[in-house]
């Protein structure tokens, strides 16, 4: 028998006892009643970053330390007196239906036997976010966030998560820039943000922004400027010089900062182009220069005062107008009506006039008009230089005061309603037109004494929807030829060649407008 060392037996004993204690389901060092060692995670692989990049990132991090702090969530109560439906009927459910809809005098609904209508007070909530641009307490944001609120709450986190919430006031506020300022009071300096420079925005640049979508404080999203002075119409309102940005903005990002990668707020987040409802990669911001140039007066006046030239004026010249109005090129802005009662129609202004020169400053476009107007104070006389006919002329204009309303626009044959005659209809790229009569002429909302031909109906897909026609217009000129009928809009359009463009004079709903269009 071979004798075993003293070694051998110990080791013996301690891998038995490890053994034994996996069994019992304790995993200890026999004999001494010490914990195995924790299990280590082994290092997996990771991937060499560039050095510019990490300071790229350091950079983004550093913006949301220094602005979040500044950016506050804001939630608003507007109380509304809501018409009550009626929920139970004396006779036919149908009638409230019928009257609703309308059957006119003589329907055996014109009074519907229903219990009488009531009204309640509804507290209508909306959300939106803003900007501290001044450590006593001045808020930016959008006026569309503010608009009619009864009551208005302010929400401001710190660095450490901790929210505070105060009273929040209108201090002024600007429904043609969509920039509103509101004061709360703390007690004490709060973070404030910088303000940029948006002439200094540049397609490709980073941007940032900021807010609380759906509610969601602090919410910070990274994205590029995707293109600049864009204008549109949203909600009925009219924007001109807009940021566009694919930086994640939301219902609820509204007023919120859209910042530059230094922290500079270069604008105010205000819309988004949202088909399904969310965010949809494109955004838009007010350029903050705008709202700086109005600051001053929001904060002592609480409203802006702008000159008032009282002309509606077509989005752009195009090449068709070139032709149809005998224009030099596509520089200038084309009044599309004139207001009554407004300083243009003193001054003289007609249908029809481009506008290329204001009080000695060139006009290249509507947005420029609209501008120079907006900066010249009212009481003041200007000269304008006008195109009207192919012909100079200069007119001596005294500038109005901006209204707030104006911030939130031959032989005729007469064919009877239905008729089908060929000779008082015609069709032509898709677009039915006929004849009008003053039953039609009412039917479509418009004036009884208007002359033109009726546009009844338009093909989809069609060359006429691509003009823009739709039914219910009226068109009363083609490239300035007066078409009071059918006849007269046939040999009208006999002389158009689609390739050089074509300007239709149309009233829509009472409304004149010019459509232009040039087959490509």
Do not use: C
């Not at 003589?106 to 976010?129: D, I, L, N, T, W």
């Not at 600049?228 to 949203?234: E, F, M, T, V």
């Not at 901006?402 to 209809?425: F, H, L, M, Y």
């Not at 060649?497 to 239709?504: A, N, W």
């Amino acid at each position: 028998m071979k004798n075993i060392s003293f070694s051998r037996i110990v080791i013996a004993v301690l891998v038995a006892g490890v053994y034994w204690n996996l069994h019992t389901g304790r995993l200890l060092w026999a004999g001494s009643g010490m914990r195995l060692a924790a299990y280590q995670v082994p290092e997996g692989p990771t991937a060499a970053v560039h050095p510019e990049v990490l300071n790229l990132q350091a950079s983004f991090s550093k913006v949301a330390d220094l602005v979040m702090p500044a950016v506050v969530a804001i939630t608003t109560t507007h109380v509304e007196n809501v018409q009550e439906n009626p929920q139970f009927f004396f006779g036919d459910p149908l009638e409230q239906f019928f009257e609703q809809f309308g059957q006119g005098e003589g329907s055996p609904y014109e009074h519907p036997r229903m219990a009488p209508r009531g009204s309640r007070k509804f507290k209508m909530e909306g959300m939106g976010s803003g900007v501290i641009i001044d450590p006593t307490g001045l808020v930016l944001t959008n006026e569309h966030v503010v608009h009619d609120a009864d009551e208005i709450k302010v929400l401001l986190y710190d660095k450490a998560g901790k929210k505070t919430e105060y009273d929040g006031k209108v201090v002024g506020k600007d429904a043609r820039t969509d920039i509103a300022v509101i004061r709360i009071k703390a007690g004490h300096k709060l973070p404030f943000a910088a303000l940029g420079n948006s002439e200094n925005v540049k397609v490709g640049d980073w941007a940032i922004a900021i807010g609380s979508p759906f509610g969601l404080s602090q919410t910070f999203t990274v994205g590029v400027i995707s293109a600049a002075r864009q204008s549109l119409d949203i909600e009925d309102r009219e924007y001109s010089n807009l940021i566009q940005t694919d930086a994640a903005i939301n219902r609820g990002n509204s007023g919120g900062p859209l910042l530059n990668i230094k922290g500079e707020v270069v604008g105010i987040n205000t819309a988004i182009y949202a088909p399904t409802g969310v965010f949809a990669g494109i955004g838009f911001a007010v350029p903050i220069n705008q709202a700086k140039a109005i600051l001053d007066e929001l904060v002592e006046k609480g409203h802006v005062v702008r000159g008032w030239l009282g002309v509606e004026l077509a989005r752009e010249i195009t090449p068709a107008m070139v032709n149809a109005f005998g224009l030099p090129d596509i520089k200038g802005a084309l009044v599309n009506s004139v207001m009554k009662g407004s300083p243009a129609e003193k001054a003289g202004f007609k249908r029809g006039d481009v506008v290329r020169n204001f009080n000695a400053n060139p006009v290249e476009s509507s947005d420029k008009l609209q501008a120079l107007v907006a900066a010249t104070p009212p009481n003041k006389k200007v000269n304008v230089d006008v195109l009207r006919d192919r012909k100079k002329v200069t007119l001596e204009l005294m500038l109005g005061e901006r209204p707030e309303s104006a911030d939130v626009g031959g032989d005729e044959e007469t064919a009877p309603a239905g008729s089908e005659s060929k000779q008082n209809k015609k069709a032509w790229l898709g677009a039915h037109v006929s004849n009008l009569s003053p039953d039609m002429a009412e039917s479509f909302h418009q004036p009884p004494d208007v002359q033109g031909v009726l546009v009844t109906d338009v093909d989809g897909g069609s060359q006429a929807e691509d003009v823009g026609l739709a039914p219910g217009d009226i068109v009363r000129a083609v490239n300035q030829i007066p078409t009071p009928d059918i006849h007269a809009f046939t040999k009208a359009i006999g002389n158009v060649k689609l390739s050089e463009g074509i300007v239709l004079d149309v009233l829509r709903q009472g409304r004149p407008i010019y459509l232009s269009y040039t087959k490509p």
